[in-house]
Nanobody
Framework: QVQLVESGGGLVQAGDSLRLSCELS????????MGWFRQAPGKEREFVAT????????LYADSLKDRFTISRDSAKNTVYLQMNGLKSEDTGVYYC?????????????????WGQGTQVTVSS
């Protein structure tokens, strides 16, 4: 059974950086396209970024592409989300997700497996 475990969240100041990690276990990492989503209090879960199995192309939410970078390391079965210039509106729970498809998806329904989430809080 595939499992995802996120780490790296925390409390930071506006303008700081954080790198989130998500390790996949119980499956073959290179079979999965990976994604990051986030959910702010009282809001729906929203797409952040996705990276395909090849790692060669990435897709971001338009409002985040200048500050966030998704990457993956097959040797470590891990996908990362580097977040720079954090703002208070970036506060929320960040979720890692996996799908068995060569293409990414911006929809939560496109992913079969989810992590438990990691809290990111940005104070202004």
């Amino acid at each position: 059974q595939v499992q995802l475990v996120e780490s790296g969240g925390g409390l930071v100041q506006a303008g700081d950086s954080l790198r989130l990690s998500c390790e996949l276990s119980g499956g073959t990492f290179t079979r999965y396209t990976m994604g990051w989503f986030r959910q702010a209090p009282g809001k729906e879960r929203e797409f952040v970024a996705t990276i395909p199995r090849s790692g060669r192309s990435t897709l971001y939410a338009d409002s985040l592409k200048d500050r966030f970078t998704i990457s993956r390391d097959s040797a470590k079965n891990t996908v990362y989300l580097q977040m720079n210039g954090l703002k208070s509106e970036d506060t929320g729970v960040y979720y890692c997700a996996a799908r068995e498809n060569i293409f990414g998806s911006t929809q939560t329904s496109g992913y079969q497996t989810w992590g438990q989430g990691t809290q990111v809080t940005v104070s202004s």
